[in-house]
């Protein structure tokens, strides 16, 4: 099993970068996509960058040319972070990583997303 946890949430003024980090630890037999996703109340939670095993990688048109996303293995831990820079106040809520990944089960190798409970951030103007 994996749990993602997420870091790096914080109160900033627009203008400014922040970096968020999702770690996830396990002995999956591959960690597959790490996926950023926000939630602004009221609103439906949408992708915001996302990373596969071998780097490539998707924005939403909203972040692109502002927000980056990398990978890191460590180990068994593999971190997804995204580096937010000029950031708006519309870019405020509450950040979470998705984590894809494939575990070996008596039925043979199996896919399982595992969601981090999310990171608030708030860009004031």
């Known amino acids: 099993q994996l749990q993602p946890a997420e870091s790096g949430g914080d109160l900033v003024q627009a203008g400014k970068s922040m970096r968020l980090t999702c770690r996830a630890s396990?002995?999956?037999?591959?960690?597959?996509?790490m996926t950023w996703y926000r939630q602004i109340p009221g609103n439906e939670r949408e992708l915001v960058a996302s990373?596969?095993?071998?780097?490539?990688?998707?924005?939403s048109d909203s972040v692109k040319g502002r927000f980056f996303i990398s990978r890191n293995e460590t180990g068994n831990t593999v971190a997804a972070s995204l580096q937010m820079n000029d950031l708006k106040p519309e870019d405020t809520g509450v950040y979470s990583c998705?984590?894809?990944?494939?575990?070996?089960?008596?039925?043979?190798?199996?896919?399982?997303?595992?969601w981090g409970r999310g990171t608030q951030v708030t860009v004031s103007s």
């Open positions: 396990g002995d999956p037999v591959s960690i597959n996509r």
């Open positions: 990373i596969t095993a071998d780097g490539s990688t998707e924005y």
């Open positions: 998705k984590t894809e990944a494939t575990f070996k089960t008596p039925n043979g190798d199996e896919d399982y997303d595992f």
